[in-house]
Structure formats: C-alpha cells, structure tokens
C-alpha cells in the first residue's frame, strides 16, 4: 500500500521565498513505485534522464577536480556554468563540496571557507555579505524516516534561505531553515529551526544565546584572497 511521504509547509517555504526571491526550489517529487506502492526511485516533475545525469556528474566532477584548482575564477566559472548564480565579488574556497548545481544561489560579495558542502538538493540561496567559516555544511534534503522505503523529504522540497549579513562559525551544520538577516551562528551549532533577525544562536540544537547589535551590518563580506 502507498504511504505519501513526509510533505512541506508551504507556509514556511512562502516566508522563504519572501526574504529572497530569488531561491530556485527544485520541482516537486514524483514517485516510481511498484505494484504494491512501494516507491522505488523518484524524479523531478519536468526534468529529463540526461539532466539528472547531467547535474550528478557536473558535481561529481567539481567535487573531485575542480574544487582543489587554486583559482577563484576557474572555479566559480565552472558552477557559473553549471547553472549556480553566483554574484560579485563573492569567493568559495578550495575544497568546498556542491550537489544540485543548478539550485544554488549566492548574492554579493559572500565569503564561503575552504572544506564546505553546499548541498543545494532543495535549494540554497544565500544573501549578500554574509559570511561562512569553514568546514560548515548546508544541507538542504533529507529523508523521511518514518517512512517504510526512507524517502527523500519533503515534498516539496524545503530549501535552506540565509538573508544577508549572517555570520555562520567553522564547522555549523545548517537544515532546511530560514536565518534572519544579520544573525550569527555559533561554531559547532545545528541549525534546524528558524533563526530570527540579528538573533546569535548556538548549541545542539541552536538556540537564542543573545542578540547582535543591527548598527554593526556596514561592513562588506567580501574575502577573496589569490590561490584560496
């Protein structure tokens, strides 16, 4: 018998959405199942076999060679290509993993450490200069656990929306959320709640500790140094 997995609040993606318009949220999920309505695989509502391949491979690709090229140029060209928007001024250093190019979205001069994953299969969009310590990893999707074939969940999608301004700390992990603009997240934090304006977080599960002063956002993101 067909159980219907774990769905999103379409609330919470709309305030999403509100806060930057500009996310790319992957098609709903349809589901393959066999004659008992056990889902066997799942794929995007319009997309073809060989954009699916496409999309694997081009990350496969970026996360074993690309990644590791000590140019900024070569690297951020390369998932410009792919489909990802990235804008001035903004730098992912070296050793930084991606999966679902297409659905990455960088703002303004944003500075993304070495060792990070940016794991876009619900969408990531991130504001402008914010700022991301390394080793973090953004997950956007997961799985319904409950669910008797442990699906990928929700549907549809939830992306990971970060305004502008945040400061995320060396080794956050980051779910599907929304962080306010201007907040700051603590090292070794994980964030899967909502994370409210200029509110600093931390802890596991993150939660309030204090509150950054809103004068302080003047300053420009922007870290790019040759060959990191």
């Not at 999608?157 to 700390?169: N, S």
Request: hydrophobic residues 45%; aromatic residues 10%.
């Amino acid at each position: 018998m067909f159980v219907e997995p774990q769905a999103s609040d379409p609330e919470v993606i709309a305030r999403k959405i509100a806060v930057n318009p500009n996310v790319r949220i992957p098609p709903r999920m349809e589901w393959v199942t066999d004659d008992d309505g056990n889902i066997l695989d799942y794929k995007l509502a319009g997309e073809s076999l060989f954009q699916r391949i496409l999309h694997v491979y081009a990350a496969l690709f970026y996360n074993s060679i690309v990644t590791h090229i000590p140019f900024h140029f070569i690297r951020l060209g390369y998932l410009r290509m792919f489909g990802a928007t990235i804008g001035k001024g903004s730098a992912i250093n070296r050793g930084t993993s991606v999966w679902s190019i297409p659905y990455i979205v960088i703002g303004e001069r944003v500075a993304i450490g070495f060792r990070c994953l940016l794991d876009a299969r619900a969408g990531i969009a991130i504001g402008d200069d914010t700022v991301i310590a390394s080793d973090t990893h953004i997950i956007a999707g997961g799985h319904d656990f409950n669910h008797p074939n442990f699906v990928p969940a929700p549907n549809p999608p939830d992306p990971v929306v970060i305004d502008d301004h945040v400061w995320v700390g060396s080794r956050v992990t980051i779910l599907p959320c929304l962080i306010g603009r201007g907040a700051v997240v603590a090292v070794h934090a994980v964030v899967n709640k909502e994370v409210p304006p200029f509110a600093i977080v931390g802890g596991v599960p993150a939660k309030v500790v204090g509150q950054r002063n809103p004068d302080a956002l003047k300053y420009s993101g922007k870290y790019r140094v040759p060959f990191f």
